[in-house]
């Protein structure tokens, strides 16, 4: 009980707060001079903005808190870690009356009070329930009566597993070893043996039957990234429902001559930097420099594959030979470097910045999915743009992923007998900034402008002939970083067409 003389302070109330008896004239002065609004039983808000909806919802967590003291947060509740889609919260208590308030509806049931793996729940005086908990609840099936149902449904619970597992599939074991000790607690034996199914399934060590998708491809040893696969399911369908541009290749470009400097700029902004001389020295005079070997086989791998008729045109027909395709590219490409591990998948994760890619063990069972999405958009542009941001997305490699990614994107065009797309060292930036667009908002619009201008471009150009191609490049400052300066210098000083 509050005391009667307890001294009131609205400027010391949270956005919501209960009243007791020791404020309750003060509370109730403030909600008739419109300072304060009441929400439910003895519940009030100094929020006047807001609707009540949205103010319940945000301050759920304090609101169990108040009604229900040391509850435990069960259930779906338990695994979302958020109110349900209609307000439900789950929560084991003393009481088993509902608390119903606007947008808000409070759950409560008997049930064994918080065990010692469970942990008080961002500050307020409610228990979150551990995760071995959280999922030998969920095991038990439950109905909806009158609002969501309190556990998750069996697709649910294996999606559930299935994410838990996927940074470390390690953790499963650990998970399941701590749900066996606390099982007997909660009286949930039965419970446990249908969880240790599916965890041993997901380890490849049982043969539960499983309704995810996700979970099947865990068990079946490729597991994918769902985030990253609903990116591509976005970008896929955003292609299909945008028209697209066709680019006709242009008959007058020499291929070799396009696939010097396609070679040649694919490398330099990746970081491998050569004059022009020194890269036609290599490409078409076979002059390695003794002090860079392994960069000068990087641009001579990238030019043999852009040059040669059949694979400049190498696309996948299947998932398979999707997973052939980067594998075989990659390791033609960066053959002189075996510390990268030519043509093999990623041992540990990259990053760029505060940006990760996939993990090493979901490259496969990612790339493999995402081929769906592939195989269902029109050959062309809308391939090549799929293609691109795939490898791009996943980074299935240590290293020589942008260059592969354009490869294939490349390919895709080629096959459609459609213009390929040369990203000069002046375009790098806005080709970055694109990718990363749809990285962070799946922003294909911008994405989709910036490529197809880049080809507008690369049509435009004239690659008939060496000499031909870096005049017009230099006059479109294609060499030149607009935060750097010019590149180099340096002209071509060779015939007009050169041997491949």
């Avoid at 049931?109 to 307020?124: A, V």
């Avoid at 945008?242 to 990746?270: C, K, M, Q």
């Avoid at 694979?311 to 470097?337: C, F, N």
């Avoid at 995402?370 to 090549?384: C, I, K, N």
């Amino acid at each position: 009980m509050g005391n009667a003389n307890e001294r009131f302070s609205l400027s010391d109330q949270r956005e919501v707060f209960f009243s007791n008896a020791g404020v309750s004239d003060a509370v109730r002065y403030a909600e008739r001079t419109g300072k304060v609004r009441q929400l439910g039983p003895r519940l009030y808000t100094k929020n006047l903005t807001s609707t009540p909806d949205e103010v319940c919802l945000r301050n759920w967590a304090e609101i169990a808190a108040g009604y229900f003291p040391g509850a435990v947060i069960v259930g779906r509740s338990a695994m979302d870690f958020k109110p349900a889609d209609d307000g439900s919260v789950f929560l084991v208590t003393a009481t088993t009356r509902d608390v119903r308030l606007p947008g808000l509806r409070l759950r409560p049931r008997h049930g064994p009070g918080p065990l010692p793996s469970d942990r008080t729940f961002f500050g307020h005086d409610l228990y979150m329930s551990s995760r071995p908990r959280a999922f030998l609840e969920n095991v038990q099936p439950s109905r909806a009566r009158r609002g969501a149902p309190r556990t998750l449904n069996r697709r649910e619970l294996e999606d559930a597993l299935e994410h838990y597992g996927r940074n470390d599939p390690a953790t499963l074991n650990q998970l399941r070893d701590d749900a066996r000790t606390i099982a007997p607690e909660l009286a949930l034996g039965e419970a446990f043996t249908v969880l240790d199914g599916l965890i041993g399934t997901l380890l490849g060590t049982n043969d539960v039957k499983l309704s995810s998708g996700r979970a099947r491809a865990t068990a079946s040893g490729v597991p994918y990234d769902p985030l990253r696969i609903e990116r591509f399911r976005q970008l896929a369908t955003h292609l299909l429902a945008t028209g697209l541009p066709v680019v006709a290749e242009d008959a007058r470009h020499d291929v070799s001559v396009f696939a010097f400097f396609e070679s040649y700029f694919s490398n330099y902004i990746e970081g491998t930097e050569f004059t022009l001389q020194e890269a036609e020295d290599i490409v078409f005079r076979g002059a390695v420099p003794p002090q860079r070997p392994q960069d000068a086989h990087d641009i001579l791998g990238t030019y043999r594959l852009v040059a040669d008729g059949e694979e400049r045109k190498r696309v996948p027909a299947s998932d398979d030979e999707l997973v052939r395709i980067l594998r075989s590219q990659h390791g033609t490409m960066l053959a002189e470097r075996p510390e990268i591990g030519p043509g093999e998948w990623k041992q540990s994760n990259n990053r760029v910045g505060g940006r990760e890619f996939v993990f090493p063990h979901l490259v496969e069972g990612t790339l493999r999915e995402a081929y769906h999405y592939y195989d269902s958009l029109p050959p062309g542009f809308a391939r090549a743009a799929f293609s691109m941001f795939l490898v791009t997305e996943v980074h299935p490699f240590a290293d020589g992923n942008g260059r592969v990614a354009r490869l294939l994107m490349n390919s895709e065009l080629s096959a459609a007998g459609q213009q390929r797309v040369i990203v000069s060292t002046r375009d790098r930036g806005n080709y970055l900034a694109a990718l990363r667009g749809m990285t962070n908002d799946v922003n294909t619009p911008g994405y989709l402008s910036v490529l197809g201008a880049l080809q507008h471009r690369t049509n435009e150009t004239d690659f008939s002939s060496l000499s031909g191609a870096e005049q017009d490049l230099s006059s479109e400052k294609a060499f030149t970083d607009p935060e750097e300066g010019p590149a180099f210098g340096g002209l071509f000083e060779v015939a007009d067409r050169a041997e491949p």
